[in-house]
């Protein structure tokens, strides 16, 4: 690698080099990171193998409404989740292996993003998990350069996000089954509001975006019945299926009032509005255009970036090739080499990509991930990983990821030109004081050890 | 840091004290001996389930299919969990003491930025980028490095200008001398890596009992038994931040909680056995970034709320109490007609265990810690 350009592109962009990517991008940059942008993403065939989501929330569903009553039901019942577990691990382990092997990095960066944007987590919701894999694969890989509209579609009309968020299960209280169970069981309201939160906070406006305590019950009511076809209450004997299902009986009759604006009663399609309303609303301009300055610009962006790209997100109606394309043309991200520091995710991919290896066992990734605390679907929030240098570079996380790569280094091959990687991987921001230490190393290993543990290859 | 260690070695002003005054005074000169240890639980914890109000006939109303029928009673309105026996029996022995609609001056309903607000200490979500706790170790002889984080990030409330201790289990194997010290080097001109290596040099080395229990064993089980080994000890840290996640019981919230709050009731009891001789000057302060909704949702579970719970236990605590006001249940005394008002405030219990049991002088706390947050220390917790 010869220059901070393509150090920039291939880092801040993309996940780090392969042996010979620099010799492709070192042209033109810019050129590199913009023919990676297509509307329509080819999704990766190493990840059409895996279940639908349709069959695995269906399978979940029918596992759940299965009488336990004796051991062999019980025993079927886990077999069944435990196929299902394992068909999540070996799809985000084909993931991991695709991020690594990928001439198409800025691609996958963006999937990251956008799927740390939308999380779905099976921290804490183990059910969750089984279907995250294959929740970004359908409703977020298809969208990263495509209409933010059709993108915040995509997630909100997820059963993985519908349940992640508990919508799935949230009644209208004005609602037929509302009625019914108030009179049932005494509970009069049956809103659960984390759903309709949450895509206001974290998804469009932001917290400061001004919305009210109000809007986000009205919200609530207008997405009732949004929910999948593998919750089937008392006496609702259809079959179940594993996609999106608008459960009119649940739904908030009458109209509802979000941001000040009246929306008519019109079933699924008030959500849809208000949903539309949302993507296209100034603050979430602001919003995204802020997340995406701070993961590709700096933790603490520069306004002038953030004023460009939320206006051009604006003018596009959020057209997210358009942002991609201005991010890269902004001066901002080609004035400094390595603002940004790798998550704990980023830097074990990247480490395999300088590696070159292919041919990767489980353990390969489960044993560093496990102790970086960073397992992918694993976010310990619906917020998703954070952004910023103090959350990854700790005393304790820096250990970590220096004990690993330490260890990682010595299963390169021996016959390695020290030298000659840390030129491939970080030659034009290394230090003086890493050429020298790396040349004045014990090993091979140690110096190879070390340009991976070093601040440039640390960072992005 | 180096300034006040550089004054307290050259100054002579000790041993004259010691000559004077006898050994006694001049003790009182060393690092603290009080011990907090603060488990924050992220999501927003359910107080109603933890404290529970089981003589309310507005409770029974409003949680039809969530209200805890059969809690361990503290007398005739209250009553704790059923997972919490062994907080029951501290509570028995004047060791805990529970303060009800509680919470930081945030009233709005998001996660982080209540859990920002409730750790920056500013009165305003991200009005400060370091943490309260950070910053009431810079007014305590010691400083930094009485503080301890467990876990691998260090949380927002003890990152600042106080470099604190931090600990977090690894299976990796230790690093050598000699490429530590290369590394040092490699890192000396990038300061945010510079100073995580330097600290990381100074981790407690605990040296867990590893007897294959780590796995059944939780996460905050782990980490409040290797935090009662690190403090434990003479010259050991003094303050120390445990997290806990998985708070937000959206739905299937009595099943969910059974098994969190056996996780507290647990960690608990390994850190009472754990502080040994200690307990008697240790308070363990449980807390959350707000409750959740009185009423329950349509899945068996609540919404974000306001007035939560804080849960003080150790030898230290004045406990076998329940502390501060109680607004009731009633619709009319709810806040916005769904949450438990919060009557008291929890910068009030936090500048109560800075003042009355850290030793923090009160004007570092006004000044520093909480400026610009006029509500006085709640009286009688430790």
């Not at chain 2, 007014?139 to 260090?154: A, M, T, Y």
């Not at chain 2, 120390?240 to 056996?262: E, F, K, P, Y």
Request: glycine letters at 10%.
């Amino acid at each position: 690698m010869k220059t901070l350009a393509s150090y920039i592109a291939i880092n801040r962009f993309g996940l780090g080099p392969r042996p010979g990517e620099a010799d492709k991008v070192e042209k033109d940059p810019k050129k590199w990171i913009k023919e990676q942008i297509q509307r329509s993403p080819r999704i990766p065939a190493g990840l059409l193998r895996y279940k639908s989501s349709e069959d695995i929330v269906r399978l979940s569903g029918t596992a759940r409404a299965e009488k336990k009553q004796n051991k062999t039901a019980r025993q079927k019942i886990d077999k069944l989740k435990s196929s299902l577990r394992e068909n999540a691990v070996q799809e985000t382990f084909a993931r991991t292996e695709h991020m690594i092997a990928t001439d198409t990095p800025f691609v996958e960066r963006m999937v990251m993003f956008w799927s740390n944007h939308f999380t779905v987590s099976g921290a804490g919701k183990g059910n969750i998990f089984f279907v995250a894999p294959a929740y970004e694969r359908e409703a977020i890989r298809p969208h990263i350069f495509g209409k933010f509209e059709d993108l915040l579609l995509a997630v909100v009309r997820h059963p993985a996000m519908l349940t992640y968020l508990d919508n799935h299960k949230s009644v209208g209280p004005h609602s037929r089954m509302g009625i019914r169970r108030s009179f049932v069981t005494g509970v009069k309201t049956g809103l659960n509001e984390n759903l309709a939160r949450e895509i206001l906070e974290l998804h469009t406006l932001g917290v400061n975006g001004g919305y009210t305590q109000t809007d986000v019950i009205e919200f609530a009511k207008a997405i009732t019945g949004w929910s999948h076809g593998a919750i089937r209450q008392n006496r609702d004997y259809r079959p179940m299926h594993g996609r999106f299902e608008f459960k009119k009986h649940f739904h908030e009759p009458d109209s509802k009032k979000v941001l000040g604006k009246k929306y008519r009663e019109k079933g699924v399609k008030t959500g849809e509005a208000i949903l539309k309303d949302l993507a296209r609303h100034p603050s979430t301009a602001r919003f995204i255009a802020t997340k995406l300055a701070r993961h590709f610009i700096a933790d603490d962006p520069p306004e002038t970036a953030v004023n460009r790209l939320a206006g051009v997100f604006t003018k596009t109606g959020g057209d997210l090739a358009d942002v991609s394309k201005a991010l890269i043309e902004l001066d901002e991200v080609w004035n400094q080499s390595h603002p940004k520091i790798k998550t704990h995710y980023e830097l074990m991919i990247s480490a395999f990509r300088a590696s070159g290896k292919s041919g990767f066992k489980l353990k390969d990734f489960s044993v560093p991930l496990q102790a970086f605390a960073q397992v992918p679907f694993q976010a310990p929030s619906p917020a998703g990983w954070p952004d910023t240098a103090a959350d990854w570079i700790a005393p304790e996380s820096l250990l970590r990821r220096v004990e690993w790569l330490r260890q990682f280094a010595a299963t390169l091959p021996a016959g390695w030109n020290p030298q000659k990687f840390l030129d491939d991987v970080i030659g034009p921001v290394a230090t003086d004081e890493t050429r020298t230490w790396v040349s004045r190393a014990p090993s091979t290993d140690a110096a190879l050890a070390l340009i991976l543990s070093s601040p440039e290859f640390q960072r992005r | 840091m180096l300034d006040r260690r550089i004054f307290l070695q050259g100054s002579g002003a000790g041993l004259l004290t010691t000559a004077a005054f006898g050994p006694g005074l001049a003790f009182a000169k060393a690092p603290t001996d009080k011990i907090f240890i603060m488990i924050i639980l992220r999501g927003g914890l359910d107080g109603l389930s933890t404290l529970v109000p089981y003589a309310d006939r507005d409770y029974l109303n409003q949680r039809p299919r969530l209200a805890i029928k059969n809690p361990l009673k503290l007398g005739g309105y209250f009553g704790l969990h059923p997972e919490l026996r062994g907080l029951h029996k501290l509570y028995q022995d004047n060791e805990l003491v529970l303060i009800p609609a509680v919470s930081t001056g945030y009233r709005q309903r998001s996660h982080f930025d209540a859990q920002n607000y409730l750790e920056n200490g500013a009165g305003k979500p991200f009005g400060s980028s370091d943490g309260w706790l950070n910053r009431a170790l810079a007014g305590i002889e010691g400083g930094g490095q009485l503080g301890l984080s467990v876990g691998p990030q260090i949380p927002l409330i003890l990152q600042g200008g106080e470099r604190v201790k931090t600990w977090a289990e690894s299976d990796l194997p230790e690093l050598s001398d000699g490429f530590m010290a290369s590394l040092s080097k490699v890192y000396a001109e990038d300061p945010l890596f510079a100073r995580a290596l330097q600290d990381a040099k100074l981790a407690p080395d605990p040296m867990l009992p590893n007897m294959g229990r780590r796995r059944r064993n939780s996460n905050l089980l782990r980490n409040a038994n290797a935090a009662a080994r690190i403090m434990a000890v003479k010259d050991g840290p003094r303050i120390a931040v445990i997290d806990s996640l998985g708070w937000d019981t959206h739905n299937n919230q009595n099943n969910r909680l059974s098994g969190l709050l056996r996780q507290i009731d647990e960690s608990v009891a390994a850190l009472r056995i754990g502080m040994r001789d200690y307990w008697k000057d240790t308070v363990i302060m449980i807390v959350s970034e707000f409750g959740r909704t009185v009423a329950e949702n349509a899945n068996q579970g609540t919404d974000h709320g306001t007035g939560g719970l804080c849960l003080m236990a150790g030898g230290a605590v004045r406990g076998g109490r329940v502390a501060g006001d109680w607004p009731g249940l009633g619709k009319k005394a709810l806040h916005e007609r769904r949450d438990l008002k919060a009557v008291n405030s929890l910068e009030a219990v936090f500048k109560s265990v800075l003042i009355s049991h850290m030793g923090v002088n009160d004007s570092h706390v006004a000044d520093h810690v909480f400026p610009g947050n006029k509500t006085a220390p709640m009286s009688g917790l430790v």
